[in-house]
């Protein structure tokens, strides 16, 4: 946890297979005892700059930072691109000096990297192109809540092999789950992310499996995933992508395959009756308003581990 602290969180493969577990052990304390933590960053200052809209994350980094003791300074980047007005090396000169953490949502990943690369505070990535790895900590919390651990599960994403899918297959990785993913062609993961996960996956026990076939990566599955197939700034392919898509919806004729006691998971916000049914969103086996639930927490733990909240907490509670 000490080597965590002062670090970046672009992506889940800046974390080890220690980290994450040290994260997870984190949020769960969280979770279960709020008030430990309820000064652990207390006047710590956390500035936010989106250039996309958002509900869940920007609220729960708030909540989080707020009732951990700190506060939080929300830019609507919403009109212009980061690095536009002054070079991001100059935004973070000036950002250092008065903050304690910065985070991001970008089109552009390399706007996360490059400001992580010339920033002295710790800079998360709340959403880039490339990935989402503050909800994919939080959806793999979800499930270690639910089945006790990950290890082992049988955990499938059906859709677009986007952000929110290489996240979840790294973090998938780290936790020993065994993963499969099943896209349309031409929708697959990026490679290197792929081999990335499978690497990770060797040294774990899990796996990573990739297919066309939604049913078959379904079957026997313990949850099963899925995310929009038109994320923020891919507006215009939308008609395009809407019939490729048709065939992995998930509905209860594809719930069907999976374990009785499969958990329904998505990241929100769906596009009802699209990638998902509302009587599979809605329905008994959903937990997707516990996985909103646990960006929150997911985020403290984050926030705490970056801000090295989590050691000061954690001697006074030995005391
Ligand atoms: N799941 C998620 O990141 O939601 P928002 O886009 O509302 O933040
Ligand atoms: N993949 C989606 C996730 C939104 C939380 C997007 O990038 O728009």
Redesign the pocket.
Known sequence: TKRLNGRDLCSIADLSVQEMAAIMELAHAVKNHPEDFRHALDARQMVMFFE?????????FEAAINTLGGNAIFVDQTQSPLGERESLADMARNLERWMAVMVL?TYSHDTITEMAAVSRIPVIN??SDLE?P??AIADFFTLEERFGSAQGLHFTYVGDGNN?CHSLMLTAAQLGTHCTIATPKGFAPKLDIIHKAIEIAEQTGGSITLTNDPIKAVTGADAVYTDVCTS?GFEHEATKRAPIFKPYQVNEALMSHAQPHAAFMH???AHRNAEVTDAVLDGPQSVVFDQ?EN?MHAQKAILLMLLGGAKRISNSRDR
């Open positions: 996309k809209a958002s509900l869940r994350t920007r609220v729960t949502r709340a959403l989402h503050c909800q929110v923020m990241c929100l916000p909103a960006r």
